[in-house]
């Protein structure tokens, strides 16, 4: 199977269920496992370097209100490798390439290649995200391990603050504007030992301020 991964998180899954061999292409921002880097880019980021975040967030707003992405897709390169799956997203428009486009530019590819899109919310989600994987590429045991893993792990970590105190907790994923970290973030704080002021599980991130930071200590 020839897969091109349009989503970070994707190719690190794809490499931890064994079939790294298949990758064959992946997104600018894909730097883990090490072999990757050595694999063809095939998006770009199109915003200049060196704008600070907040130009970065105008930028993004002015984009997206134009209906166009922060990043480009080489779709003359996608035709070329001709993959049988492309896994991308839809879950966040600033995130990746447009899931529209990917999928107008496979519609035009010889060989036809599924488009699988992964939009989790939430931490068993993420996990089903691996299954979903796992099954797309024969690699159903490997999914079972590596899942089980997780669940331990997370398993191990609530266990080890069970009874202790609950610090409150403000998690941003951007700082000008302040964002509050939804979808799986308020879950693993709670996991942590925890307690979330801002953000909801399974909800999307949401501008905010630093007034309702403060207000929420």
């Given at each position: ?31 883990y496992p090490p072999a990757v880097r050595e694999l063809p880019k095939i998006t770009r980021d199109v915003l200049p370097a060196g704008l600070s975040a907040r130009e970065i967030d105008s930028a993004v707003k002015e984009r997206t209100l134009a209906g166009l992405s922060i990043y480009e897709l080489d779709d ?142």
């Amino acid at each position: 199977m020839r897969i091109v991964s349009l989503v970070p998180s994707a190719t690190e899954t794809l490499f931890a269920l064994g079939v790294g061999s298949d990758v064959i292409a992946v997104t600018h921002e894909c730097d883990y496992p090490p072999a990757v880097r050595e694999l063809p880019k095939i998006t770009r980021d199109v915003l200049p370097a060196g704008l600070s975040a907040r130009e970065i967030d105008s930028a993004v707003k002015e984009r997206t209100l134009a209906g166009l992405s922060i990043y480009e897709l080489d779709d003359e390169l996608l035709r070329d490798l001709r993959p049988d799956l492309i896994v991308t997203q839809e879950l966040c428009t600033v995130c990746a390439v447009s899931y529209d486009d990917v999928r107008a530019i496979a519609e035009e590819i010889e060989t036809h290649p599924r488009v699988i899109s992964l939009d989790p919310h939430t931490v068993g989600e993420v996990l089903g995200d691996v299954r979903t994987l796992a099954q797309l590429t024969d690699r159903k045991d490997a999914a079972v391990e590596l899942v089980r893993d997780a669940a331990a792990r997370i398993d191990r970590v609530r266990l080890a603050v069970r009874g202790a105190r609950r610090p409150r907790v403000a998690a941003l994923e951007w700082l000008d504007p302040p964002f509050a970290a939804g979808h799986w973030v308020p879950q693993l704080i709670e996991y942590a030992g925890g307690e979330d002021v801002l953000g909801f599980a399974g909800e999307r991130s949401e501008e905010t301020t630093w007034q309702a930071v403060e207000a929420a200590q």
